[in-house]
């Protein structure tokens, strides 16, 4: 049964840190989505990727966030420096055909 | 243009009867209409979708009813059960686009 995987699963960290969250697709899938859900905003398209090459970060904070696929089993969104803000669930998303399969998500608190 | 619009944010339904979930888009270029069911501290996953070559699929209890000249679609969920209290996410898509467009969610809860 193949999942989209994330880690860490929960990451409590203080405000200033760096925090790389990662994601192991589905082999096979050539789409990678990075999206963040908060009560307030929903769910936020952050950045994708289609064969490893980045088409939309639009939604993403330029100047702390960073999302990059250093090979096809391996997507990272970082955040440095992190702000209490940031404090949220971020999921990541491979996508087959129209399909989109979410992770589990990282639960985020910046303190 | 981009965005989906969805109603009610939340939505209480007693067991057994019908709950109904409604969406709107502007983009007469979006091609395809899926609906996402997201439980507590899961992510979301496909429930059912439609293209607009229809009117209405049905799958189980879960029926997408969808009108291309209002540009409108919708989710009706039959004999509610319990279980079936999730967050739900009507979305929209170009089926030469990778990109889906999330509605804002629905909070439903089934009352046993």
């Known amino acids: 049964d193949a999942r989209v995987t994330q880690t860490p699963r929960h990451k409590v960290t203080e405000m200033g840190q760096e925090v790389t969250m990662r994601c192991q697709p589905i082999l096979g899938h050539n789409t990678v989505f990075w999206y963040r859900q908060t009560m307030m905003q929903g769910l936020e398209l952050l950045a994708y990727f289609r064969n490893r090459a980045p088409l939309d970060d639009s939604g993403m904070p330029k100047d702390r966030f960073s999302a990059e696929m250093p090979d096809a089993t391996l997507a990272t969104l970082k955040i440095q420096p992190s702000e209490p803000r940031d404090s949220a669930v971020y999921f990541c998303?491979?996508?087959?055909?129209?399909?989109?399969?979410f992770g589990p998500g990282t639960r985020l608190t910046v303190l | 243009q981009q965005q989906v619009k969805q109603s009610p944010q939340s939505l209480i339904v007693q067991k057994g009867g019908i709950s109904i979930i409604n969406c709107a888009y502007e983009?007469?270029?979006?091609?395809?209409f899926p609906w996402y069911q997201q439980f507590p501290g899961k992510g979301p996953a496909l429930l059912i979708a439609?293209?607009?070559?229809?009117s209405e699929k049905k799958e189980g209890r879960f029926t997408i009813s969808f009108n291309k000249s209002a540009k409108q679609f919708s989710l009706h969920i039959m004999d509610s059960q319990p279980g079936d209290s999730a967050t739900y996410f009507c979305a929209a898509s170009r089926s030469s686009a990778s990109k889906i467009i999330f509605g804002s969610g629905t909070r439903l809860s089934i009352r046993p």
């Open positions: 998303a491979s996508g087959f055909l129209d399909t989109q399969y």
């Open positions: 439609i293209r607009p070559d229809v």
């Open positions: 983009n007469t270029a979006f091609d395809y």
